[in-house]
């Protein structure tokens, strides 16, 4: 029996991918987490799981967050995103965090299964887009490198950035450096953008992951 985690907060998918799964008797799925936060706590409490599908765009936690705390934790678990993202920068994340495979969610019963068994016996699942992307990563990573470092950001995005990393209000932060709390909301709504994110405790998530402050 292949043990099967999920990690997706849209309902609806999250249900799609549980009969998906359900097709095939070789599979159970263990548990559903909404988020990385709820994915972690369960393999706290237990980590006898052989595969983790993982979504990227999750609340509280993101996937490449959770992927990387995953891997590092419990490696003899396999995890594979699957995702609606299929950017350069998302998939680099992805790779450069642990995952052993990337597939769209629109995936059919079958290559779920493909890619579950082909992770399990070592190899990489990828589908045929997303592998066109990891081999353009792979001839050219300076490129995704350099985006994925700053993503983008001005100098006073990174100061407004940092300063939220330290729990500061937009009051305090407009204080600091000199500038009107609306100015300091339309600066992180540019850095949520960039970043992938959507608020600030993600925000800041990444901005310790990649070392921006």
């Known amino acids: 029996m292949i043990k099967i985690a999920l990690a997706e907060d849209n309902s609806f998918l999250a249900h799609s ?8 008797d070789e599979f159970k799925v263990k548990f559903h987490a909404v988020n990385g936060i709820e994915l972690l706590a369960n393999l706290d409490s237990d980590s006898n799981i052989d595969v983790i599908l993982m979504d990227i765009q999750m609340p509280a936690m993101n996937g490449i967050i959770a992927t990387k705390e995953v891997c590092q934790k419990y490696p003899h678990i396999k995890v594979i995103m699957l995702t ?9 994340e992805s790779i450069q965090s642990g995952a052993s495979g990337y597939l769209v969610k629109e995936s059919s019963p079958q290559e779920i299964y493909d890619a579950i068994i082909q992770t399990l016996n070592g190899g990489a699942a990828l589908s ?3 592998a066109l992307k990891a081999m353009k990563i ?3 990573p300076e490129s995704v490198q350099r985006e994925v470092s700053g993503f983008d950001l001005s100098e006073r995005e990174l100061q407004v950035l940092q300063q939220l990393s330290k729990g500061l209000s937009y009051k305090e932060i407009a204080s600091n450096l000199i500038i ?3 100015t300091v909301r339309r600066h992180l709504e540019n850095i949520y953008k960039k970043m ?3 608020n600030k405790v993600e925000a800041v998530q990444q901005a310790y ?3 921006l402050v």
């Open 84 to 92: 609606v993202v299929d950017e350069d920068q998302t998939v680099y």
């Open 180 to 182: 009107s709390p609306n």
């Open 209 to 211: 992951l990649y070392k």
């Open 17 to 24: 991918l549980i009969n998906k799964l359900g097709l095939f």
């Open 138 to 140: 792979i001839q050219n």
């Open 196 to 198: 992938g994110v959507s």
């Open 128 to 130: 045929p887009n997303i």
